[in-house]
């Protein structure tokens, strides 16, 4: 165990311990308002709206005992520090992406996506069925959080570009905001890569302070206005096949709480993850013909560049193998990602190929 991964299990997993030894369910009895920070400002399509789905939620289906307040990135904190606040108990949870957090540890990327990953629904299978959700539990634990997914995206698109990217070489230099593991990919292939929170991207194009941004996907894009500011849009990624929000609790917080509200609270989690991907499978397709219909052109990326990425994915992974816990969840993910995708292959995979071979006849 390297030393990065042995502070992290011996001295942040003892607070964790023991907050959690201490915490009494004292208000067992009577309301409560929880503060809830998110990483986006209000109105962002997708995000927000799972973040705005589960505060409803929890606060309905508990009559009120639990209202959250939600507040949105910058009016308490900013937009990438939600973690912190709410591991120090400034708040009381948090709606975001758990990538933005690599730097706690690099393993909560597989709770959001990684490059080459899981699209939505082989998340699912994993995170509920194979062992991803006491994986999440665990290493969140080590940093006083309770944590659920709450949301998806489901694929996000390769993103806006002020130039076409025809080869490999294209990327370098290339200022392009994208965050998570995939944003750790393009920095190897030579692009300039910006962390940007989400309601800053837009101001970023437009002053061309960078090349390109990724963002969700159609329905998301458009309400942000990228159209107005570039035309070039890449419909598949690499980065982010299947995206998952996440809804995290201070672990006192918690535990503070009674069995029934916990479970409300767990409830509302999953019923907005599913949800919120079948928003996006809603209304993306629309969204881009609106989109098209509007002068934005859409391309894809060409084959030596999609190697390329897969080239990059395959060193970031292997550079974070050495950290035990990352190994361990990594391990677990792409084991069921083998076996998920095994079976799609020959099942629906098969399927929509007849589908569209028949409905086309």
């Known amino acids: 165990m390297d030393r990065r991964s042995f502070l992290r299990t011996s001295a942040l997993g003892g607070v964790a311990a023991t907050s959690t030894a201490l915490a009494a369910p004292v208000y067992a ?40 307040n939600k507040m949105p990135a910058g009016s308490l904190v900013g937009a990438f520090e939600v973690f912190d606040a709410v591991s120090s108990g400034q708040a009381d949870l948090y709606h975001s992406a758990e990538y933005y957090f690599l730097n706690q540890h690099p393993a909560f990327a597989f709770f959001t996506s990684v490059p080459f990953g899981m699209t939505g629904v ?8 194979k062992g991803g959700r006491e994986h999440h539990h665990e290493l969140a634990s080590l940093f006083n959080l ?55 991207i837009y101001q970023a194009l437009a002053s061309g302070q960078i090349d390109g941004a990724e963002w969700i996907g159609p329905f998301a894009d458009e309400r942000m ?56 499978w809603a209304e993306n397709g629309a969204a881009l013909a609106r989109l098209q219909s509007a002068g934005v052109q859409v391309r894809e990326f060409p084959d030596d560049v ?17 950290d035990p816990i990352y190994a361990k969840i990594a391990n677990s993910y792409f084991a069921a990602l083998a076996e998920t995708s095994a079976w799609w292959e020959i099942g629906d995979g098969e399927y929509i190929r007849q589908r569209n071979r028949v409905n086309a006849a």
Request: negative net charge; hydrophobic residues 40%; glycine residues 12%.
């Open 29 to 68: 009895q009577g309301n409560r308002t929880l503060t809830m920070v998110t990483s986006v400002p209000d109105g962002f399509a997708i995000f927000d709206d799972a973040a705005t789905m589960v505060a409803n939620a929890i606060t309905e289906m508990t009559d009120g005992q639990l209202t959250i």
């Open 306 to 322: 999609w190697d390329a990425f897969g080239r990059g994915a395959a060193e970031v992974r292997e550079e974070n193998m050495g």
């Open 225 to 280: 206005g990228f159209q107005e500011v570039t035309s070039i849009y890449y419909t598949a990624g690499f980065h982010e096949p299947g995206s998952a929000l996440a809804l995290s609790m201070n672990m006192d917080v918690w535990n503070s709480l009674t069995s029934a509200q916990q479970r409300v609270v767990e409830a509302a989690a999953e019923a907005t993850h599913a949800n919120n991907m079948g928003l996006s």
């Open 146 to 200: 309770k944590p659920f997914l709450a949301g998806n995206t489901s694929m996000q698109s390769g993103g806006w570009f002020n130039a076409e990217i025809n080869s490999a070489e294209d990327l370098q230099g290339l200022r392009f905001r994208m965050p998570g593991q995939g944003g750790q990919v393009l920095g190897r292939l030579g692009a300039s890569v910006q962390t940007i929170p989400g309601g800053e």
């Open 122 to 129: 082989e998340l699912l299978a994993w995170y509920y069925h």
